[in-house]
């Protein structure tokens, strides 16, 4: 079963424009880690936040984490058209190593 | 460098067939998963392997079984095949340990159950 919630499971914005996705899980983690996925391919690794950290930048990418909310979110700033794609959170939870649960997704759509 | 490998792309089989599926994880890793990407159903973790030993298993029936060789490579077979067994199966890979690491995954085997 899945342990995230991701909302909106769909976002639609103009170029330019941020995204803002949230994903939300049910018990105690070791990191959080957001993935992108374009159509029918595999998952791109796009940023891994471990339960001590509270924010963490990469490039256009802001994640931040509530653990006391058990809550993340992801912006991604200035989006483009290529960022059209869905996006998962995936948790490793205590004691289950390095294995992932991933949430529902959200389908970002930008346009020109 | 190149990254994860998975073959075949597509795979089409009838039902109570076995299927195959293999990954070549990024060189210097030594963890493998395999995921199951079915539709409506999302992605569900199936197997973890390190060091050629099973480290963890998802809800999966037995007839879902994999093995990691000596060079990390590994193989996924699923026996009986059922219908429901339709679906993308991601292969990723990350360096060794149980703390936090990124798992980098292939673009997956579609299997297609006839």
């Known amino acids: 079963s899945q342990q995230g919630e991701e909302d909106p499971q769909a976002l639609s914005i103009q170029e330019g424009e941020n995204a803002t996705m949230n994903c939300s899980y049910k018990t105690s983690i070791n990191n959080l880690q957001w993935y992108r996925q374009n159509s029918g391919r595999g998952l791109v690794h796009l940023i891994l936040i471990r339960s001590n950290e509270r924010e963490k930048h990469s490039g256009r990418l802001r994640v931040t984490l509530d653990t006391s909310k058990k809550s993340s979110s992801l912006l991604i700033t200035a989006s483009r058209a290529a960022d059209t794609a869905s996006y998962f959170c995936a948790t490793a939870h205590t004691g289950g190593g390095n294995k992932l649960t991933f949430g529902t997704g959200t389908q970002l759509k930008v346009e020109l | ?114």
């Open chain 2, 1 to 114: 460098e190149a990254g994860v490998t998975q073959s075949p792309t597509h795979l089409i089989k009838t039902r109570g067939q076995q299927a195959t599926l293999r990954c070549s994880p990024i060189s210097g890793h030594t963890s493998v998963y395999w995921y199951q990407q079915a539709l409506g159903l999302g992605l569900q973790f199936l197997l973890w392997y390190d060091e050629g030993e099973e480290r963890n298993r998802g809800n999966f029936p037995p007839r879902f079984s994999g093995r990691q060789f000596p060079n990390y490579s590994s193989e996924l077979n699923v026996n009986a095949l059922e219908l429901e067994d339709s679906a993308l199966y991601l292969c990723a890979s990350s360096l060794r340990g149980t703390d936090s690491k990124p798992q980098h995954f292939g673009d997956g085997t579609r299997l297609s159950i006839l």
